[in-house]
């Protein structure tokens, strides 16, 4: 089994964690301060809230205002880095989550410190409570961080403006009106680092979800410029697609399947159980005398609590295939309990989609 994300806060993490900051501040009580970490509660808290407990108890151990503390973290930053901790280490998103809960009425220190702590571990939950409360400011800072010369801060630019960034606050202005994010995104389609680009993507993916039209606009302007922005206009339209949206199927070479054939669609495994998988396997020919570019996907329709059937898109390829071919594709789809999604007993289905359009469904069953 998978180790949990939250046990990242160990006993090495707190050894190392503790011998950087009595470098740095002699007066430190490491003693008291772990009694204060593994508290009665420590063992149920889960990864967010560990590291909120974190910073909210490493603000008791520090002295001095908040102007003060927030130097003393910065210090910290490079001894961290001596003690073997690497930049983009996620479970330091500790430090911008001080940031967070004590910085918010202390804008200017607070934007200033996130430019330099995200260099370090990204503080794109921190600042979106600033997003919310100094909105115009922040979008302004955003399109100056977008022209930043290091890479994490002008990710932040785009990461941090996401409408529905997973994991953290929303932002409701944003959703209904992503127009103010744009300018950051444009100026950041071209960056020379491919996870900036990816968070572009990933932003405009976002939008997509609340405006296609708008970011179906800027792929048809966008789409032909470079292979990199080709890669950056596919990966934001991936829920465009995956809805089988035709304008977006044509852009990108998705055309029509008049000569497209499923044949021998069945489920393997009819009844399963939880830990199992479901498999299915079909044949697809394509009738026609020319070849035919194929997105190829299942979806599975998973029950619900409520007795309803509610369909995720899986991608099995997108390809050419061959006049006057056919092809046999066996497919599995694991079963197992996530934190994402539950699983309900009963009746599922699963379907086969070509080029946005589904053409066959069968059931199958997950018992006890």
């Given at each position: ?43 149920d ?34 001894l ?21 809960v ?22 794109e939950?921190?600042?979106r409570p600033?997003?919310l ?60 680092s ?67 054939e ?63 071919s ?22 599922h ?20």
């Open positions: 089994m998978a180790e949990l994300l939250k046990n990242v806060y160990n006993e090495q993490f707190f050894e190392r964690f503790t011998a950087a900051l009595q470098q740095l501040l002699p007066q430190f009580n490491k003693s008291n301060f772990l009694a204060q970490i593994y508290d009665a509660k420590w063992e808290l889960e990864l967010k809230q560990r590291m909120r407990h974190i910073s909210t108890t490493l603000h008791t151990h520090l002295t001095g205002n908040y102007e003060k503390k927030l130097d003393s973290l910065l210090q910290l930053i490079p961290l880095k001596e003690n073997g901790f690497k930049s983009e280490s996620f479970e330091f998103m500790l430090l911008p989550d001080f940031v967070q004590y910085g918010l009425d202390d804008y200017k220190i607070s934007v200033q410190a996130m430019e330099e702590i995200t260099q370090f571990t990204s503080c939950f921190a600042v600033f997003l409360q100094y909105e115009e400011a922040m979008l302004q800072q955003m399109l100056k961080w977008s022209k930043h010369k290091h890479p994490m801060v002008r990710r932040l630019a785009t990461e941090g403006c996401r409408p529905r960034l997973p994991w953290a606050m929303g932002v409701p202005s944003l959703k209904e009106n992503p127009l103010p994010i744009l300018p950051i995104l444009e100026k950041l389609k071209t960056d020379g491919e996870s900036v680009r990816r968070s572009v993507a990933n932003n405009l993916n976002d939008i997509s979800k609340d405006h296609p039209a708008t970011v179906i606009e800027l792929v048809r302007a966008w789409k032909g410029q470079s292979k990199e922005i080709d890669a950056l206009v596919k990966h934001a339209s991936r829920t465009l697609l995956k809805q089988g949206n035709s304008v977006v199927m044509e852009l990108f070479g998705f055309g029509s399947i008049e000569h497209i499923i044949k021998d669609f069945q489920v393997l495994t009819p009844t399963i159980q939880i830990g199992d998988s479901v498999a299915f396997s079909f044949k697809l020919s394509n009738t026609s005398e020319k070849s035919a570019k194929l997105r190829l996907e299942y979806g599975i329709y998973y029950q619900k609590a409520n007795g309803t059937l509610s369909r995720k898109v899986f991608k099995i390829s997108e390809k050419v295939y061959a006049e006057n056919t092809t046999t594709i066996h497919r599995k789809q694991h079963f197992k309990v996530i934190t994402t999604r539950k699983l309900h007993l009963g009746l289905r699963v379907a086969l989609i070509v080029n946005g359009q589904e053409l066959e469904v069968l059931d199958f069953e997950l018992v006890s």
